[in-house]
């Protein structure tokens, strides 16, 4: 149960950091580029987000695998007190991923843009 937990944990966390990681970007690129603050921001969220995105997608993907499918199994149907299968645990792992991933690059996207206007303003 642990390690299911931490893995989606480090999912949250995941969608937490992007923030961070987008406002960096979207202030360098702002600060380098010689384009507007927010599109500055805008193509380097766009540049960072998929390799962001990837890397955090594959470490939530490895430790489900150190997790096993059963594993997943047992503590979902422990939390939720109904019976799930293994295929129906992996299933919804993998739908919180897509979910996780969307909004990451969501975030770090956004925040990138706002971060780049945000320094050609000052």
């Given at each position: 149960?642990?390690?299911?937990?931490?893995?989606?944990?480090?999912?949250?966390?995941?969608?937490?950091?992007?923030?961070?990681?987008?406002?960096?970007?979207?202030?360098?690129?702002?600060?380098?580029?010689?384009?507007?603050?927010?599109?500055?921001?805008?193509?380097?969220?766009?540049?960072?987000a998929p390799v962001y995105v990837l890397g955090s997608t594959l470490g939530a993907l490895l430790a489900a695998r150190q997790i096993g499918t059963a594993g997943i199994a047992t503590t979902l149907s422990d939390m939720l007190g109904k019976q799930i299968s293994a295929?129906?645990?992996?299933?919804y792992f993998l739908f919180s991923l897509i979910l996780?991933?969307?909004?990451?690059?969501?975030?770090?996207?956004?925040?990138?843009?706002?971060?780049?206007?945000w320094a050609k303003r000052e």
């Open positions: 149960m642990v390690g299911l937990l931490v893995s989606l944990l480090g999912s949250l966390v995941g969608i937490l950091v992007a923030g961070f990681i987008g406002f960096s970007c979207g202030r360098r690129a702002a600060v380098a580029g010689t384009q507007a603050g927010a599109l500055s921001g805008l193509v380097g969220g766009a540049v960072a295929d129906e645990a992996w299933i996780s991933a969307i909004l990451e690059a969501t975030i770090l996207i956004l925040v990138s843009s706002l971060a780049g206007a």
